[in-house]
């Protein structure tokens, strides 16, 4: 009997988020190791949804329900956040998106104590405290294994423009990186990061899969930090590349555009080649350092082109599909973006220039994201 649970059909592309999302000392502003104290205040709150601990003690993750709409999760989503700011506000701590805190030093975190937690804070030593970090993870619903398997390859061309999209990490330890994406040198430490290997039947990645366990590597799939990975028992491909944005609004935005772009690929299953892997590391790391100024290769197509009109073309791509999925205003506001190079390292950056704090760009971040009914 296999130990890689059975993968659950899901019939329709469901789509829902999980964001990883900083807890802020209203003092300094430097992070809280609040969350067992706000977790267990926010636990006596009816919320939909689900708020749960991470590695460490000053970051939680908030979870939505399955939806099949881009308005019915950013409906959630904001509701979510209002519920989770206000008992912030009791807690006196604030909350905010990003993808790293840009001043926390990684030394003075400290490890939640869950079985799974300590695991990997003893597997991997001072990496685990190094990953406080705060990504958004986004799960696609699947038919089947197969597809799963097909939507893992075929994101593969795609994932960059997410990084830059979603970039909201430009500060880290205190200084500016020059990227705009630096919370995934973090995540590239880690030995399982990376991409799922080249297996295209679910038969396949089962016997992957065993082989993995019996060799003592891995222990489940949660062990693999791969840029995107099959999650069967949820039955979805779950996108694990961006940056947590600066606001929920952002976070539904790139879910829908996830789910519009499945759909496409779904659709027409342009064919899969293994070519795409030959720049995808150097396309995401330039996502990660030039944001949407990037360039990427096209390994197909045998060509340079800027990635911002590599994303407007894919916009162009999916309109039908933004009609069918009731998701035209999220792609509207993805080209808006892109056609204004604004992504949450362009606020950081513009706000750290304007306060000249980071302390103050912290607390700016955290009023943004906690605003009601605010877009940005």
């Not at 300094?28 to 104290?37: G, S, V």
């Not at 990645?205 to 799939?221: C, K, N, T």
């Not at 056609?339 to 955290?366: C, F, I, M, P």
Request: with cysteine; hydrophobic share 40%.
């Amino acid at each position: 009997m296999s130990n890689l649970p059975p993968f659950k059909p899901n019939p329709s592309l469901t789509v829902g988020v999980e964001l990883e999302l900083q807890l802020i000392n209203l003092q300094d502003f430097n992070l809280a190791m609040e969350a067992e104290d706000y977790l267990r205040r926010l636990s006596e709150v009816p919320h939909p949804g689900e708020v749960k601990p991470e590695i460490t003690r000053a970051m939680v993750e908030l979870n939505s329900s399955i939806h099949i709409s881009y308005k019915s999760l950013l409906a959630e989503l904001r509701h979510l956040r209002d519920i989770v700011a206000e008992e912030a506000r009791k807690t006196h701590i604030g909350i905010c998106g990003g993808g790293t805190h840009p001043f926390q030093k990684w030394k003075y975190q400290r490890i939640f104590q869950t079985e799974r937690f300590a695991s990997i804070s003893e597997q991997y030593g001072y990496l685990a405290k190094q990953f406080t970090v705060f990504g958004q993870h986004i799960h696609i619903g699947c038919p089947n294994g197969n597809d799963a398997l097909y939507l893992c390859h075929a994101f593969v061309r795609y994932l960059p423009q997410f990084v830059a999209l979603a970039a909201a990490s430009p500060f880290s330890q205190g200084v500016d990186t020059a990227f705009d994406c630096s919370r995934l040198a973090v995540v590239n430490a880690f030995p399982l990061s990376g991409t799922p290997p080249w297996l295209q039947e679910w038969d396949e990645f089962e016997a992957y899969y065993e082989r993995m366990i019996e060799l003592g590597i891995i222990q489940s799939l949660k062990d693999f930090y791969w840029d995107i990975r099959p999650k069967p028992e949820f039955g979805t491909v779950e996108l694990r590349i961006c940056d947590t944005p600066l606001t929920v609004e952002k976070a539904a935005e790139l879910a829908a555009y996830a789910q519009m772009l499945a759909s496409w690929l779904l659709t027409e299953r342009p064919p899969l080649s293994r070519d795409l892997y030959l720049s995808y590391l150097m396309n995401r790391f330039r996502a990660a350092r030039y944001g949407l100024e990037g360039v990427v290769v096209d390994p197909i197509q045998h060509e340079h082109r800027p990635l911002a009109e590599d994303i407007l073309l894919t916009c162009d791509l999916l309109k039908s599909h933004a009609t069918a999925l009731n998701s035209s205003d999220a792609l509207f506001f993805i080209r808006e973006a892109v056609h204004e190079r604004k992504n949450g390292a362009n606020w950081l950056r513009k706000n750290y220039a304007s306060l000249q704090s980071l302390s103050d760009t912290v607390r700016a971040q955290t009023e943004l994201w906690m605003r009601q009914d605010e877009k940005g």
